[in-house]
């Protein structure tokens, strides 16, 4: 029969404007959180990441905020450009744990001209 | 080039096949991973090794098996495996197990007939 992927939710953004992808972790005792984007055919590539001990950080153009009451995590993208098309996921980290990590689906963002 | 290479980047395997995966790291990383991304679920971490000891197992069929023969090097050997075991099999190197500023291969596109 035919196969059925998973269905990412997409976001569709004007180039130059910013873009706000949301994430939402399921585990209270994760002490870690990272944000990966991943093009077409290629391997995740790190964005950034924030410990559980911080409620934002920021990068180049990308900022993350962390809501630990709600259990939210949400990935900033400012004057968002056509090479930032791709699919974002973020994975949370189990404390206590170090290595195990749980990842989120994704959202695919597109980025129009 | 993330410093992570990955071989073959596509193998078509029968069922009674045994074939291997590997992966080589350049970053001078001390913990490498096996990850799973297949169509129809998010991406999952299976095997996670640090200095050449495995660390994590993250409930993980048999027919796949690790070794890290060094740190820089990681295969992933396999043995009757399934259909839906067909997927991208990635790798992925970082400093420590945690995670932390992880860095992926290509990863292999897998498929079982």
């Known amino acids: 029969g035919e196969s059925v992927g998973l269905h990412l939710p997409t976001l569709s953004v004007q180039e130059g404007d910013n873009s706000i992808i949301n994430c939402a972790y399921s585990n209270s005792a994760s002490d870690y959180f990272i944000w990966y984007k991943q093009e077409s055919g290629k391997g995740p590539q790190f964005i950034i990441d924030?410990?559980?001990?911080?409620d934002k950080r920021q990068g180049q153009r990308v900022t993350v905020l962390l809501n630990k009451t709600v259990k939210h995590l949400s990935l900033q993208i400012a004057a968002t450009q056509p090479g930032d098309s791709a699919v974002y996921f973020c994975a949370e980290r189990e404390g206590g744990t170090a290595s195990k990590l749980t990842f989120g689906t994704g959202t695919r963002l597109q980025v129009t001209l | 080039e993330t410093g992570v290479t990955q071989t073959p980047r596509h193998l078509v395997m029968g069922m009674t096949n045994k074939k291997s995966l590997k992966c080589e790291q350049h970053l001078g990383h001390n913990a490498m991973y096996w990850y799973k991304q297949s169509a129809k679920k998010p991406l999952e971490l299976m095997f996670v090794?640090?200095?050449?000891?495995?660390?994590e197992n993250n409930s993980v069929p048999s027919r796949f098996s690790p070794e890290c023969p060094n740190s820089s090097h990681l295969f992933l050997h396999l043995h009757t495996l399934q259909p839906e075991d067909s997927a991208l099999y990635l790798c992925a190197s970082s400093q420590d197990p945690g995670h932390t500023e992880a860095f992926f291969g290509q990863g292999t596109r897998l498929t079982v007939v």
């Open positions: 924030i410990r559980s001990n911080m």
């Open positions: 090794y640090s200095l050449e000891e495995r660390v």
